[in-house]
């Protein structure tokens, strides 16, 4: 059994606070062969200068940018290796110094970390952190196998060579433990769809049935089509400044507390060890638990949760002076690939106990308008539609991940998805339908970047800085 030792748990400290000033996105699709990868990184850092109401110019902003951090996940897609080179030169910021970063699904997070890490440091002042996948310039089949190639060749390969298959031998072992209804898995898949429908970035949006979901095809056993999200084309930006510079260039900065963990990637054959206690948990609240995996031959995190996640929460929590996350907390990003993911998060990070998980769902928590009582949901999850319905180009993922969760705690969720004139610039009419799914006065949120079956993960939090 592994045991942390007192070294292992010491919460980062940061030299000086962090906080994001301004963020920008292109929508996501499947093919979008009319940009070039250079264009589509442009489209967001344009953004991000552009319209979020900075006190300054564009090009001045530009000016006090020292230091970027680049999220790609796979060179394979578009047979260029230091893609962050090209970028970095296209956007016009050369010789300033850049690196990128690579880890798995949760590269977008691990960006954002490495870019806070810098102003926390002091290196820079002003950090870009930006990030992009373009994932349309292979066959969806061999797209799939650079995917799976992440995983760990003795071990996971050998289910198969897609990603779903990982995530379906943890859903089938999640539902035997926890006793899990799939019709709790295929809720989460109607409700970020039909968030997905709300936001003009989203690829994926669809108003479904929870009996659309359950008789969908099977892509692999239990996951239905509808479950599993797809590959996309995109790119995202933040950019994060020191605690002075941030409030001379908006009145209303967010700020950023973010750590990692990981995992082995051997899913099948990790070591035991107790569960790691956030700040609301006592051991007590799990001896039940205990006895009920050691009657079914469960161990933590063994199948059923993911370690690094849990690990990353416990960093985060600390560093930000969160005790009590469904309290705390006022809306939640989990990292959607599959429904099972978004499921076995809610315990990763504290909104629920572990075991509990379908509970939190089933009782409506997790929707901006509870079904059940009308009212807000403790920790709306995923109002950006996710990665289920919005997108999944990886190593921008974590980085619109925090972006939709910047955008809501300014009270900006209907400028950027429900303005005509945004629909239009991605060739999309606004829905007569569309709603409004801002949050009503939020204080903080959390997004977490997931990779692999949990071999990376970063908890970010974001909170008002006014």
């Not at 998805?417 to 606004?430: A, L, Q, S």
């Amino acid at each position: 059994m592994i045991e942390f030792q007192e070294g292992n748990l010491r919460v980062p400290q940061w030299t000086r606070p962090v906080y994001m000033v301004a963020a920008g996105t292109t929508d996501f699709r499947k093919r979008y062969p009319e940009k070039k990868l250079e264009e589509l990184c442009m489209m967001a850092f344009r953004m991000l200068l552009e319209e979020n109401r900075l006190k300054r110019d564009p090009l001045e902003v530009k000016g006090l940018i020292n230091f970027c951090s680049y999220g790609e996940f796979a060179d394979h897609f578009q047979d260029q290796l230091l893609c962050e080179a090209k970028v970095h030169d296209y956007l016009g910021l050369d010789l300033l110094p850049n690196y990128g970063i690579k880890t798995g699904g949760a590269t977008g997070g691990s960006a954002l970390l490495a870019g806070a890490q810098s102003v926390a440091s002091g290196y820079a002042d002003c950090t870009l952190v930006l990030g992009w996948e373009r994932m349309d310039e292979v066959e969806t089949w061999t797209g799939n196998y650079y995917i799976a190639a992440a995983a760990c060749k003795d071990f996971e390969t050998r289910l198969a060579r897609i990603y779903a298959s990982y995530y379906a031998a943890m859903a089938r072992r999640f539902g035997e433990m926890y006793k899990v209804d799939e019709r709790v898995r295929a809720a989460i898949a109607v409700k970020n769809r039909r968030y997905a429908c709300r936001s003009p970035f989203a690829q994926q949006p669809g108003n479904h049935t929870i009996d659309e979901v359950l008789t969908g095809d099977i892509v692999c056993d239990p996951l239905r089509f509808l479950e599993c999200c797809a590959m996309s084309v995109g790119s995202s930006a933040v950019l994060l400044c020191s605690e002075a510079l941030a409030y001379q260039l908006t009145d209303h900065p967010v700020r950023l507390s973010t750590a990692g963990g990981s995992h082995t990637l051997r899913t099948g054959d990790r070591r035991p060890m107790k569960i790691l206690l956030l700040p609301n948990e006592t051991v007590e609240d799990y001896q039940e638990l205990y006895q009920e995996m050691a009657k079914a031959d469960g161990r933590w995190p063994g199948f059923e949760s993911f370690g690094a996640t849990r690990f990353a929460a416990y960093m985060a929590y600390h560093m930000a002076g969160i005790n009590h996350p469904i309290e705390d907390l006022d809306l939640i990003e989990t990292h959607d690939a599959f429904t099972i993911s978004d499921l076995q998060t809610y315990g990763d990070v504290g909104l629920t106990r572990y075991g509990r998980e379908q509970d939190y769902v089933t009782s409506g928590e997790c929707y901006l308008k509870n079904p059940k009582s009308g009212k807000q949901g403790k920790c709306p999850a995923n109002l950006s539609g996710g990665l289920l319905g919005t997108m999944h180009a990886v190593g921008a993922t974590g980085i619109f991940q925090a972006a939709e969760v910047f955008w809501q705690l300014r009270g900006e969720y209907d400028r950027f998805h429900g303005d005509p004139r945004m629909w239009t610039r991605y060739g999309k009419t606004k829905p007569a339908d569309w709603e409004s799914l801002q949050v009503k006065d939020p204080r903080r949120g959390l997004a977490i970047s997931h990779a692999g079956v949990g071999s990376h993960v970063v908890c970010s939090i974001l909170e008002k800085g006014w």
